[in-house]
């Protein structure tokens, strides 16, 4: 099990790496009234519902393990009840089939699995870096790395979602069999769409958050 406290990119890296896990919301002091138990894959603590998403930030806790009985078990620890069970997501229902997350940050049809999953790494990144002001610079190694791929493995997939413009700026050659680790990666206007928080802005604010990306 793992805490997670003001560490929103490592909060974000853990529920992609975890999808079967559970993950508790709480505060910092957790309480009766505070503690929800959730899927890892749950929309409730996935989506940015605003701009400025607070997962980890400002007295906000995540906790977060694979398995659910020691999540019960810390807040049985920590508050003396059981957390509250999301209805969004049923944590304990084993009956209950994986949902698909369709409709997720980064998720456009016609992608390939690969596909997506680079498009989602991105955009889920980029929003990260958005929320919190951050200085944004990603590069094809780090998708890579997130994927347990080499760059060689996911360069079709990002000459796909290149050519859809939903990535852009990768490099300037063409007709490479990989692209370089260290070049630079952007999801476009198009792909910050995917995200519902950004899917209302028009065309110019979208454009404004692209650019601050670059700068
Ligand atoms: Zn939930």
Redesign the pocket.
């Known amino acids: 099990m793992i805490i997670i406290l003001n560490d929103d990119p490592v909060y974000v890296s853990w529920i992609r790496r975890h999808r079967d896990g559970f993950v508790l919301d709480t505060r910092r002091k957790a309480t009766k009234r505070n503690m929800t138990l ?2 890892a894959i ?1 929309p ?2 996935r989506k940015s519902k605003s701009k400025r998403t607070h997962w980890t930030t400002r007295g906000k806790v995540k906790a977060c393990a694979e398995n659910h009985t020691e999540l019960t078990d810390w807040a049985l620890e920590q508050a003396g009840y059981e957390p509250r069970l ?1 209805h ?2 049923n ?1 304990l229902d084993e009956t209950l089939p994986l949902e698909t997350d369709s409709g997720d940050a980064g998720s456009e049809r016609d992608l390939t699995k690969l596909e997506n999953d680079i498009l989602s790494a991105v955009v889920e990144s980029a929003v990260i870096h958005l929320d919190n002001d951050l200085e944004f610079r990603m590069t094809v190694g780090d998708v890579a790395e997130y994927l347990s791929k080499t760059p060689a493995q996911i360069t079709t997939a990002m000459c796909h979602l290149v050519g859809r413009h939903l990535l852009e700026n990768l490099t300037t050659a063409s007709n490479l069999a990989a692209f370089p680790a260290d070049a630079h990666v952007f999801p476009t206007t198009r792909a910050l769409k995917t995200v519902p928080a950004f899917a209302e802005l028009d065309a110019e604010r979208l454009q404004a958050e692209i650019d601050s990306l670059h700068r």
Do not use: T
Request: glycine fraction near 0%; charged fraction near 20%; aromatic fraction near 0%.
């Open positions: 959730h899927r749950c409730e603590i999301c969004a997501c944590p």
